[in-house]
């Protein structure tokens, strides 16, 4: 007998022995013990408590098919180097393996500190998935999927040891489950830089919802990213508007540690097609990633159609989609990221129009349109759907105005809806042209209270043109246009219009202000104009 093997058989007896004093449970290393495991594969059939020194070799794979593995903080599980007692991700495999039931582990990891127990390499074989459960994790050198969900609950895995480390096999079946919640259930990978090319984070916010996402850095100065993904986007981020019909409802969380607000990086994002909105699938060509600046979500390009899913181990996925940002110092600590469509290519039906509403007493709301130019319009749908419901309902159709549906002037449409409701009531039109081809317009909202005043100013951020909506019980004189420097560029009276069309194409901060008849001023509004 080989003296290493003769020494790790005599701890064995020794620890079998001690079993009995200590009342122990299953596979148990104490504090002051050592166990090494050197090569070819060991099963452990019990919970494993390691609170001392437990060593893999670089061969060596040890099948864990217990329930519970529990690391306490000052647990190692070393590898070769330094003799059998260093930690430095070149050990062998510690693979967890079930076909009856859910695994669970307390790795005994401090993410913040990055101290504590951490794995060389860890593999998931089990269809009933693994729980990551009152501490975060550490994998030094590689994380494989061969079967099931990682679920991270509230907690954080961190991949790679000066380097990102390697994650392989995740697909739409095999991937890391976040807590679904912002801040929450975060993948971290280590110092990536542009040497590493494209990282991926293979991540979801629930089983069947795999919506990965991966950075490529464009600089040598390595850095932490992180990321999480969570169900819904919002107009405030976690308040407001719910903007499910207009996005993919996913908000993808992601933050760099060492240099927040710094580099350049190409960010990539994969969404499943079944959760694209009802809007966002009219203009699915146009598809961009949006990130939330801390007041809006912002207008970027490139905005194309999504590429079938290629953030997974197997072949596309053509239920999902990718797109891609290349942003340069707008990843903080924590930033956020979601998809929207632009108007970049023309859409299918190809009338313009304008949609406002204003509540005018306690039970009617007046809705109404302008259109320039219709082209082959056969009908406008108008689409309402309260605060306290998930979706539109029909409650009118108009007729189109323009003769034979096609007009280049401007229409003016109205109708009264019957609407008690004290809470907030969203609009919209379903516009329908000759050859049954549907879009849909901007969504307004009207409050439960009359008497009120509302004035609009949209898209914000624009790269020329747009417009100011007026509505409610607001009389509008003019619309004074001026730099932050307060010099006057443009004063436009505005008559009997509700919505006025503008245009500003030099790159730059605006404010927009809104003059009554009495020359008193209504409100300010901030509007920026980004270069094409």
């Known amino acids: 007998m080989k003296p290493l093997t003769r020494h790790i058989f005599l701890l064995l007896i020794l620890l079998l022995c001690q079993a009995a004093i200590w009342a122990q449970t299953g596979f148990y290393v104490p504090p002051s013990a050592r166990i090494f495991f050197t090569g070819d594969s060991a099963t452990i059939f019990s919970n494993v408590l390691n609170e001392g020194k437990l060593g893999i070799g670089k061969p060596a794979v040890v099948n864990f098919k217990g329930k519970h593995w529990e690391n306490s903080s000052s647990a190692l599980i070393t590898d070769e180097s330094n003799s059998g007692d260093g930690v430095n991700g070149t050990g062998g495999w510690i693979r967890f393996i079930s076909d009856s039931e859910l695994q669970t582990l307390f790795a005994g990891f401090n993410a913040v500190t990055r101290t504590g127990s951490a794995f060389s390499k860890l593999e998931l074989l089990n269809p009933f998935g693994m729980q990551l459960t009152g501490s975060s994790a550490k994998i030094l050198s590689e994380l494989k999927f061969s079967g099931g969900l990682f679920y991270l609950g509230n907690n954080v895995l961190v991949v790679g040891n000066g380097n990102p480390g390697i994650i392989n096999g995740y697909n739409a079946s095999r991937y890391l489950v976040t807590a679904n919640l912002p801040g929450n259930g975060i993948l971290l990978r280590e110092n990536i830089t542009s040497s590493d090319g494209t990282v991926v984070f293979p991540i979801g916010s629930k089983p069947n919802a795999y919506t990965p996402g991966a950075i490529q ?17 919002k107009a405030d981020l976690t308040s407001g508007m719910n903007l499910k019909d207009s996005t993919v409802n996913k908000t993808w969380e992601i933050g760099k540690i060492n240099r927040p607000g710094m580099d350049e990086a190409d960010i990539f994002l994969q969404h499943l097609i079944n959760d694209e909105g009802s809007f966002f699938q009219t203009r699915r060509s146009a598809t961009y990633i949006s990130r939330y600046n801390g007041q ?12 079938a899913g290629y953030l997974t181990t197997g072949p596309p996925l053509a239920d999902a989609g990718v797109n891609s940002r290349t942003v340069n110092g707008l990843i903080g600590n924590a930033s956020f990221f979601t998809k929207f469509t632009g108007i970049n290519k023309p859409l299918p039906v190809e009338t313009k129009v304008l949609l406002n509403a204003f509540r005018t007493d306690w039970n009617k709301v007046r809705v109404y349109w302008t259109t320039k130019p219709e082209i082959d319009q056969d009908y406008f749908v108008v689409q309402r759907r309260l605060s306290n419901e998930s979706e539109f309902h029909n409650i009118d159709t108009v007729a189109s105005k323009a003769p034979n549906g096609t007009s280049i002037d401007y229409l003016n449409y109205m109708m009264m809806d019957n609407n008690s409701y004290a809470g907030i009531s969203y609009y919209r039109l379903l516009l329908v042209n000759l050859r049954d081809e549907r879009a849909y317009s901007n969504m307004v909202s009207v409050k439960g209270k009359p008497g009120d005043y509302h004035l609009m100013l949209w898209p914000n951020p624009t790269r020329g043109q747009f417009f100011v909506g007026i509505s409610g019980m607001a009389v509008v004189k003019t619309i004074l246009i001026t730099d932050m420097l307060g010099r006057k560029l443009r004063e436009e009276a505005v008559g009997e219009r509700t919505v006025v069309e503008m245009q500003l194409y030099i790159p730059g901060t605006y404010l927009i202000t809104f003059i009554g008849n009495n020359g008193a001023i209504l409100e300010t509004k901030k509007l920026i104009v980004q270069p094409y």
């Open 296 to 307: 809006y979500w912002d207008t970027a390009m490139p905005q194309t159609l999504p590429v």
């Open 217 to 233: 850095s464009k600089t040598t100065a390595g850095d932490d990213y992180y990321m999480s993904v969570f169900d819904s986007v």
